[in-house]
C-alpha cells in the first residue's frame, strides 16, 4: 500500500516557468490537499478537494491551481513561478465524511525557484 | 498558520518530560491535533482530542485541552532522543468540522543526553 504518492521530490525552476507537482493517493479518500512549508510559518494550506471535481481556496492560493478530475490524483499547477514559491509542498489525503479528520501525508516535494 | 501559535523551539534532557504548548482560535474546531514530522519526512498523526474532552492519555503522551483559553498542550514523558522532531499543532475548521486542518507553526524538540 504505497499511501500518498508526490512527485518530484526535488525540483529547480526559473522565474516564470511553470510546472505540476504529482499527488496521487491509492487509499481511495475523497479528501486531498496542498500544504507549503515555509521556515518559522508552519504549513499552510494551499488548496484543498472534497471529492472528484471539486476544489477550494485555502490560506494562500494566489499563483497555484489544481483539479480533481479522478479521486487518486490532485495535481498542484504553478503557473509562473516566482522566488516566493520556494518551499517545501505536502500533499494529504484523508477519508471523507464526518470522523476523527486525520490526514496522511506523503513524503514532500521540495522546490527551488530561482 | 497565522490562527495557531506555538513556540519554536523547546530543549530538553533524555528521560524528563517534554511540554510543547499551542493557542487556537477557532472555538468551533471539533478536533484537535498533534502530529509529528521527523527530518526529511512528512508528518504523521501523533494524537488527537475531541473538544467535548479535557484531557487524553495515550502510553508517554499527555493532550490537555482548555477550551474556555483556547489552549492545547502536549505532554511527553520520560523523553527520548528518537522524540526528536518538529511537532506541530492544528484545529479543524469547515462545513464539516474536518474540511479544513489548520496547522500551528510547528515547535523543534531537541532531546539531548
Known amino acids: 500500500n504505497a499511501g500518498v504518492t508526490q512527485t518530484p521530490k526535488f525540483q529547480v525552476l526559473k522565474t516564470g516557468q511553470s510546472m505540476t507537482l504529482q499527488c496521487a493517493q491509492d487509499?481511495?479518500?475523497?479528501?486531498m490537499s496542498w500544504y507549503r512549508q515555509d521556515p518559522g510559518m508552519g504549513l499552510r494550506l494551499i488548496h484543498y478537494s472534497v471529492g472528484a471535481g471539486i476544489t477550494d481556496q485555502g490560506e494562500v492560493p494566489n499563483g497555484y491551481n489544481v483539479s480533481r478530475s479522478t479521486t487518486e490524483d490532485f495535481p498542484l499547477r504553478l503557473l509562473s513561478a516566482a522566488p516566493s514559491q520556494t518551499s517545501v509542498y505536502f500533499c494529504a489525503s484523508r477519508m471523507g465524511g464526518r470522523g476523527t479528520g486525520e490526514l496522511f501525508f506523503g513524503e514532500g516535494s521540495r522546490l527551488t525557484v530561482l | 498558520g497565522e490562527d495557531v501559535e506555538q513556540s519554536l523551539f523547546l530543549s530538553v534532557r533524555e528521560g524528563d518530560s517534554s511540554v510543547i504548548n499551542c493557542t487556537y482560535t477557532d472555538s468551533s474546531s471539533t478536533y484537535l491535533y498533534w502530529y509529528k514530522q521527523e527530518p526529511g519526512a512528512g508528518l504523521q498523526l501523533l494524537t488527537y482530542?475531541?473538544?467535548?474532552?479535557d484531557m487524553k492519555q495515550d502510553q508517554r503522551l499527555t493532550v490537555l485541552l482548555n477550551k474556555k483559553d483556547k489552549h492545547l498542550s502536549l505532554r511527553i514523558a520520560d523523553t527520548q532522543t528518537g522524540d526528536s522532531a518538529i511537532y506541530f499543532c492544528a484545529e479543524s475548521k469547515g462545513v464539516l468540522n474536518t474540511d479544513k486542518l489548520i496547522f500551528g507553526t510547528g515547535t523543534r524538540l531537541q532531546v539531548f543526553p
Open positions: 482530542i475531541f473538544s467535548n474532552m
Open positions: 487509499m481511495n479518500h475523497e479528501y
